[in-house]
């Protein structure tokens, strides 16, 4: 999300006369878009002013604002700590940048919005076409969050949930289309919250997936729109009913494993990526098996894990923590189990076409990269530009990042 908000920040400021530099010293103003869902999220956005204000040493200070989730928890504190930064921009408050580099070009004092103006900032961001021209681009759809799970931040830094207009997703996601994106990935804290009403109907996501289809049930959309991929991120966190009820999740495994079966019984090729926290207070030894049970079951593949850190502010932050030598060593275990998994379905692919949409050319290479249905990363050597196409793709070696392979031949794509 914050590569998008970063494109938009871009989209915004433009009008007023920026544009990104290829070379960071000949900056007049930097953004620094912070993201605060892991600890020492602040002391890296203090530690990157600091080599800064070091390159910037012998010449005019540029401009500094800081902006995203990190601004939006610290605030004024971040005038007190640093009085290199000029502004403080909250997540929800993005529009204001444009008026807020007027005013500080102005040398009119140091700046704070850190509201939730979230209405606000999408109105005034529909107005602005989204100039993102990547294959694979990402348009947000849904922001905040009303869960209040215990371990997580984001419902006090990017605020309650707010689903933006049907009509504007659909008109931005035309803007990408016609900019060149050939894959579009649909961003919100909880994308499957989304939910805009007008007058005469309540869209849910599944309303706006079958109207990007060409325009029922998420599950149905899996069965029907052949544009929607067969990989779905659905983070779990843990494997132990007991603690996901302690982290205030709304699910518990049994219903996490019933929604899995529904989606495999309508698409039998469908794969699963989640999220893991290891050593989130209380957890036991047997809770962190029943995770491992969880993984082994599912056949997770292309997921995170980390170990619990404490968020500031939410409620599991009072609670005491496991013993950081037991948290390391479950993190490896588990790292080690999702990627045997990861691996064995990687070597399904061997000898296998797959169609691959290229993103990019590889720095000084005849190497393209681009991603399957499953995202995982293909990487072929090719003379011929492929950037922005599909094409089938016979897989003929893997490591555990990538997927590589040569081109059999071209997927015409058919017009809408
Ligand atoms: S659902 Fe839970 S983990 Fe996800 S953003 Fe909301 S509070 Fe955070």
Redesign the pocket.
Known sequence: MNEYDSNRILDLVKPIGYVVTKDPIEADCYVLNTCHIREKATDKVYHDIGRLKKSFRNKKKPMLLVTGCVAQAENEEMFNREKYIDGVVGPQSYHQIPSMIKKIENKINKINSTEFEVIEKFDSLNLVKNSNSKVSSFLTIQEG?D???H??V??YTRGPEYSRSFDEIIREACQLVANGAKEITLLG??VNAYKYENQTKTYRLSDLIFELNDLKDLIEAHRECEKLMPILHL?V?SGSSKILKAMN?KHDVEEYTKIITNFKKIKPNIKFSSDFIIGYPGETEIDFQETLKLIEKIRFINSYSFIYSARPGTPASKLSIVKNEVAKKRLVELQKTLERINMQSKKEFLSQTTEVLFENKMKDQNKYFGRDKFLNSVIVESEENLSGQIFNVIINNFNHNSLFGSIVSKKIMQPN
């Open positions: 969050c869960k209040f799970c371990f997580c984001v419902p804290q909880n983070p966190q999740r």
